[in-house]
């Protein structure tokens, strides 16, 4: 099929990814949750708007609307254990300022329209009553540079874990390797620092849809679940927020930038939209820019459908949320709620009581009818 975008045509789809679509939740294994161990078995958890950047639509949905732009809220989640007030962070965000990305990076985000956070992360948690020194470890979903933060700013007893394989995706880091997406310091191996890779010796249980998780706490209140697709090591959390009855949050890393990706309209179970697709050139780190063809924002495309039906399986049950670690609908909610946009940090674990799940699928800021030929190319 031809189309009027130019580098779909010019560009072979050696990777097969112009046909492919995200699998049926029907086909998937499900595990019903088990509950609650004890009351305390929850964690509460509060969302922190880092920072926000804009980029063109097609990278994340398929559409013939090129110019078509989209300001992502880029946030960072803190989880406090109700029982025992242990605390973890999930993902960092965006570095404070340009130049304290590795230069590939910095060429790659120079143009695009980014409003920075204004301070360290340690600065932004001491601001709400947190003190980094509490942060036991810093868990990232993945180590593109909008996720990577700056482990460097927080005390060297906060461990940081990452994902499989992460450090063979992305080390040698800036400068042991001067086109480098990340920084040596960004995983820093070896060093004072206890730093955490996931691998086949991890103690993996089934969690729901997810046939890889690890029960973090022990009890069942954060699963770490293995979402590989959309980069090496990728990775996302499900969060038990409530017991009493039970209820959960999947936060769900780059799983999806746009949920009609992994779930439609209201009533409707099928998703719509496919990815968008880039030439390779484009791409987000030296190795991504060899592979060559048409890539997607997600490494492994049929991988990173796969886990989009995961995470639609797992919402499909009344008691999961997702939260998407660039969401517009909760960001749609919360400024309408906060009166603006000049907000930070938001509990978001009573989501149950203020029945957020109907509130995102009415608050859609996609929808089919709204996207250019979104099932034509
Ligand atoms: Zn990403
Ligand atoms: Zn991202």
């Given at each position: 099929?031809t189309?009027n975008?130019?580098?779909l045509?010019?560009f072979?789809d050696k990777?097969?990814y112009?046909?492919i679509?995200?699998p049926d939740?029907k086909?998937?294994?499900?595990?019903p949750?088990k509950?609650?161990?004890n009351?305390?078995a929850y964690?509460?958890?509060s969302?922190?708007?880092?920072?926000?950047?804009?980029?063109?639509l097609s990278?994340f949905?398929?559409?013939?609307?090129t110019?078509?732009q989209?300001?992502?809220?880029?946030y960072?989640f803190v989880?406090?254990h109700a029982?025992?007030?242990?605390r973890v962070?999930?993902?960092?965000?965006l570095?404070?300022k340009?130049?304290d990305?590795s230069p590939f990076i910095?060429?790659?985000?120079?143009?695009?329209?980014i409003t920075?956070?204004r301070g360290?992360?340690?600065?932004?948690?001491?601001d709400?009553?947190?003190?980094a020194k509490?942060?036991e470890?810093?868990?990232?979903?993945?180590?593109?540079f909008?996720?990577?933060g700056?482990?460097?700013?927080?005390?060297?007893?906060?461990?940081?874990?990452?994902g499989?394989n992460?450090?063979k995706?992305?080390?040698p880091?800036y400068p042991?390797y001067?086109?480098?997406?990340?920084?040596?310091s960004?995983?820093?191996f070896?060093?004072e620092?206890e730093?955490?890779?996931?691998n086949?010796?991890?103690?993996w249980?089934?969690?729901g849809a997810f046939p890889e998780?690890?029960?973090?706490?022990g009890?069942?209140s954060?699963?770490?679940?293995?979402?590989?697709?959309?980069m090496?090591?990728?990775?996302?959390?499900l969060?038990r927020?409530?017991?009493n009855?039970?209820?959960?949050?999947?936060l769900a890393?780059?799983?999806a930038h746009?949920r009609?990706?992994?779930?439609?309209?209201?009533?409707?179970?099928?998703?719509?939209?496919r990815?968008?697709?880039?030439?390779a050139?484009?791409?987000?780190?030296?190795?991504?820019?060899?592979?060559?063809?048409l890539?997607?924002i997600?490494?492994?495309?049929p991988?990173?459908?796969l886990?989009?039906?995961?995470?639609?399986?797992?919402e499909?049950?009344?008691?999961?949320?997702?939260i998407?670690?660039?969401d517009l609908?909760?960001?749609?909610?919360i400024?309408?709620?906060?009166?603006?946009?000049?907000?930070?940090?938001v509990?978001?674990g009573?989501?149950m009581a203020?029945n957020?799940k109907?509130?995102?699928?009415?608050?859609?800021v996609?929808k089919?009818d709204?996207v250019k030929?979104?099932?034509k190319i």
């Amino acid at each position: 099929m031809t189309t009027n975008i130019k580098y779909l045509d010019e560009f072979e789809d050696k990777h097969n990814y112009r046909s492919i679509r995200v699998p049926d939740t029907k086909t998937l294994e499900f595990e019903p949750l088990k509950p609650a161990p004890n009351n305390d078995a929850y964690c509460k958890v509060s969302m922190v708007k880092n920072s926000d950047l804009t980029m063109g639509l097609s990278l994340f949905v398929r559409t013939s609307d090129t110019d078509a732009q989209l300001t992502l809220p880029v946030y960072t989640f803190v989880l406090e254990h109700a029982g025992n007030g242990r605390r973890v962070a999930f993902d960092l965000g965006l570095k404070p300022k340009l130049e304290d990305f590795s230069p590939f990076i910095q060429t790659i985000i120079k143009d695009t329209p980014i409003t920075w956070p204004r301070g360290t992360l340690p600065e932004i948690f001491a601001d709400h009553g947190i003190d980094a020194k509490t942060i036991e470890a810093v868990i990232l979903s993945h180590v593109h540079f909008d996720h990577i933060g700056d482990i460097g700013q927080f005390p060297t007893s906060t461990k940081l874990i990452v994902g499989p394989n992460t450090a063979k995706a992305a080390l040698p880091g800036y400068p042991s390797y001067k086109d480098s997406a990340v920084l040596d310091s960004d995983l820093p191996f070896g060093s004072e620092r206890e730093v955490e890779e996931l691998n086949d010796k991890s103690p993996w249980v089934r969690c729901g849809a997810f046939p890889e998780a690890i029960d973090y706490f022990g009890d069942g209140s954060l699963y770490i679940l293995n979402a590989y697709g959309h980069m090496v090591g990728h990775i996302a959390a499900l969060v038990r927020t409530s017991t009493n009855p039970d209820s959960y949050m999947l936060l769900a890393g780059d799983s999806a930038h746009v949920r009609g990706l992994y779930s439609c309209c209201v009533g409707c179970a099928h998703p719509s939209f496919r990815a968008g697709l880039y030439p390779a050139a484009h791409g987000l780190s030296p190795a991504e820019q060899k592979r060559g063809g048409l890539l997607a924002i997600h490494y492994d495309l049929p991988a990173a459908y796969l886990n989009m039906a995961r995470m639609g399986r797992m919402e499909e049950e009344d008691n999961v949320c997702v939260i998407l670690a660039h969401d517009l609908e909760w960001k749609k909610i919360i400024d309408r709620e906060q009166g603006g946009e000049d907000w930070e940090w938001v509990q978001v674990g009573d989501w149950m009581a203020k029945n957020r799940k109907a509130e995102v699928k009415r608050e859609l800021v996609y929808k089919p009818d709204g996207v250019k030929d979104y099932d034509k190319i």
